[in-house]
């Protein structure tokens, strides 16, 4: 029971983050591509409740970041002047959902004051508005190239176990041919294949494609085995008898015995998915400037000083930990949900 | 030997049939090497048509897979346009770079599984498994790269282990042992990180399989017969979860190939990974199938090992 309820919390958390991350215009305070260039690399912006004064503001509020005389290259606060947060601040146009134009956002101070809750990068964006606007394209590169993923390897799987013979041996030859490639050198020949450069728009349909192709082998080979198994339960034989079609007995009979491994593949991939667009961005293949992903958000601490200096630089990279983990706990109750139903 | 023989025939075909497919999807790649060429109004057509001319480049799908098979069997693998030079010798040093690396990494995270996963099986649901398990939980949700990345901000803050390439300035200058001691400290911190990422699976599945070992009816007679638990451990309940742990070792070379990719990369190990994404970036095509069909060889070599290994550890096989 107890477990059941962890279950839902987490299942819940990470609809939730997943809703924020698609309303990004709506919960940042800039947009992805706002300059602040005389605040490169800024950290992050402390909230304070209390002035230098020592008087409490019910209202919170953050000071501005000034050069410090003494380091050259690093910010202390600049305690003149604090700017109050401004909760439903108006800010920079976006649209919600891509449909309807606002200009409200969740937080912002008013200029000059400036609000980064995860410091800024060498152009001085913000690095927190970066990675919701990021999350949309890492996250839906994830989710879209695993559909992409299991569509094929659904439709491959019951074709080559349903019809069986000649077919079924050319189909997972076919899968072994892309299973003994490792995983990522498949991808980098795949990727080496395309194009370097792709107008915006187009490379990250691209980045899916590639992703989503690859992979269909594995998949393919678990939902082969179930509708092997399944074409020869009395059911199928017997709706086969009163005769009913190959598509029928595929759609209504077999296709959802293998919804179980479907939707467990799916938390299974999805994750993977996501640290492959990472990789492929990180790497100078993916998302290029100025759109941000997860992995061109990463690709700075490519440079030895900002690996050195900055530590805020690798909050993207951490705050995947917690989505890992939760989509990794939702593969494992599926998987015990699943594994004592017999197939 | 009929076993190995077959197994070495199919191995054979699959690997023919990923040249064949990697040559058809990389030749069918817009762009080539001279497009850079062709930008630059001081090159005129007609030069860059000669080159490629001289390249071969102008045949047509097959006469061109033909020519590649010929110099692949004097162990060229045609030629890289952006080194001059064949692929082959190209390919060499890097591969054993990378076969040393993901050899040490292997064996570093075979030797922590082994132990650690018998350990926790046998004391299951003592502290040592209780903080093996977390230990698994918690890698598996990092992201190889922040793993990476963390153990070289490491490196660069303490200064305890060089941060990235294979050899110092000096290498030429030292003396053998010192050169011995110069490697092994540029190997300490991509073999770390290697490990680190490929240890959690494994640890699961040596604990896994000794688990299910330990629960069967002849661990319990032979514990009732007083043999020794570290003896009923190690000579009877080990050899008897290999079976599933040769087939990991087997699927584990090519997470640890992709993870390679990635070490190789960030910290500069000149490796086969710097050298795909240099031949990509320019569109050094017969590189980057040079990559491709050595990172294969080297997967369907570590299966077929595992194969063997599996053939003459478990007797059952052998009747089949």
């Not at chain 1, 296709?255 to 993977?272: A, D, E, K």
């Not at chain 2, 710097?274 to 990172?295: E, F, K, T, Y």
Request: charge should be positive; glycine fraction near 8%; proline fraction near 6%.
């Amino acid at each position: 029971m107890n477990r059941r309820y962890t279950f839902w919390g987490v299942v819940i958390l990470l609809a939730a983050f997943h809703l924020v991350i698609l309303s990004a215009g709506f919960f940042s305070p800039y947009s992805y591509s706002e300059q602040h260039r005389d605040l490169p690399y800024a950290p992050p912006s402390r909230i304070h409740f209390i002035d230098s004064q020592g008087h409490f503001h019910v209202r919170p509020f953050v000071y501005g970041w000034k050069y410090d005389a003494h380091s050259p290259g690093s910010y202390v606060a600049d305690l003149a002047t604090p700017y109050p947060v401004h909760v439903f601040a108006f800010g920079s146009a976006y649209k919600i959902a891509g449909l309807i134009p606002s200009r409200i956002h969740l937080f912002g101070v008013d200029p000059p004051g400036s609000i980064f809750l995860m410091g800024t990068d060498g152009y001085g964006r913000d690095q927190f508005t970066r990675f919701l606007y990021g999350g949309q394209i890492s996250l839906a590169a994830g989710l879209i190239a695993a559909a992409l993923s299991l569509a094929l390897g659904l439709v491959v799987g019951s074709i080559a176990g349903f019809y069986g013979g000649w077919l079924d041996n050319a189909l997972m030859r076919g899968g072994d041919v892309f299973m003994a490639l490792p995983w990522l050198y498949l991808l980098f020949a795949v990727r080496a294949a395309l194009p370097l450069h792709v107008p915006q728009g187009q490379i990250f349909l691209l980045i899916v494609a590639v992703i989503g192709l690859i992979g269909w082998a594995r998949p393919a080979r678990l939902i082969r085995g179930v509708v092997l198994s399944a074409k020869e339960r009395n059911f199928v034989l017997a709706a086969r008898g009163f005769g009913a079609s190959d598509f029928h007995l595929l759609r209504r009979h077999i296709l959802p015995r293998t919804y179980n491994i479907v939707l467990t593949q799916m938390t299974l991939l999805i994750p993977q998915y996501i640290l492959a667009e990472v990789t492929l961005s990180f790497l100078g293949l993916g998302i290029g400037q100025p759109l941000p992903s997860w992995g061109s958000l990463l690709s700075a601490l490519q440079e030895y000083y900002v690996l050195a200096s900055y530590w805020w630089m690798y909050l993207p990279a951490i705050l995947l930990v917690p989505v890992f983990l939760a989509y990794s706990q939702i593969a494992n109750a599926l998987q015990e949900l699943f594994s004592p139903v017999a197939l | 030997m009929k076993f190995l023989g077959r197994r070495l025939l199919h191995s054979g075909v699959i690997l023919l049939a990923i040249s064949f497919f990697a040559f058809l999807l990389l030749r069918s790649a817009p762009g080539d090497y001279f497009d850079a060429m062709r930008m630059n109004p001081r090159v005129s057509a007609e030069t860059v048509e000669n080159l490629r001319a001289q390249y071969g480049m102008n045949h047509s799908f097959l006469v061109r897979y033909a020519d590649w098979m010929g110099s692949l069997a004097k162990g060229d693998m045609g030629i890289s346009l952006a080194y001059g030079t064949p692929v082959g010798p190209l390919l060499w040093p890097r591969a054993r770079n990378t076969l040393m690396l993901t050899g040490s990494a292997m064996i570093l995270s075979w030797m922590l599984a082994v132990p650690l996963g018998v350990w926790s099986a046998a004391a299951k649901g003592g502290w040592l498994d209780r903080i093996c398990s977390l230990f698994t939980s918690t890698l598996l949700v990092i992201p190889d790269l922040l793993v990476f990345l963390l153990l070289l901000l490491m490196a660069v803050r303490t200064g305890w282990l060089p941060s990235g390439g294979m050899t110092s300035g000096n290498f030429a200058d030292l003396a053998v042992w010192q050169k011995a001691g110069d490697l092994a400290l540029h190997f300490a911190l991509p073999a770390l990180g290697l490990a680190i990422v490929s240890l959690p699976l494994l640890l699961r599945h040596v604990r896994s399989a000794m688990v299910e070992v330990l629960d069967s009816p002849f661990i319990r007679a032979a514990r009732g017969h007083g043999i020794p638990r570290s003896r009923i451990l190690w000579r009877f309940a080990l050899p008897a979860a290999s079976n599933p742990l040769i087939s990991l070792f087997g699927l584990s070379i090519a997470t640890m190939l992709s993870a390679s990719l990635i070490v190789e990369v960030i910290l500069s190990w000149p490796g086969l990974g710097p050298l795909i994404i240099q031949a990509i970036l320019s569109r050094d095509l017969n590189v980057v199938i040079g990559v491709v069909m050595l990172s294969s060889v080297f997967l369907i070599a570590g299966n077929l090992i595992a194969d063997v290994l599996l053939f003459v550890s478990d007797p059952r096989i052998r009747v089949e």
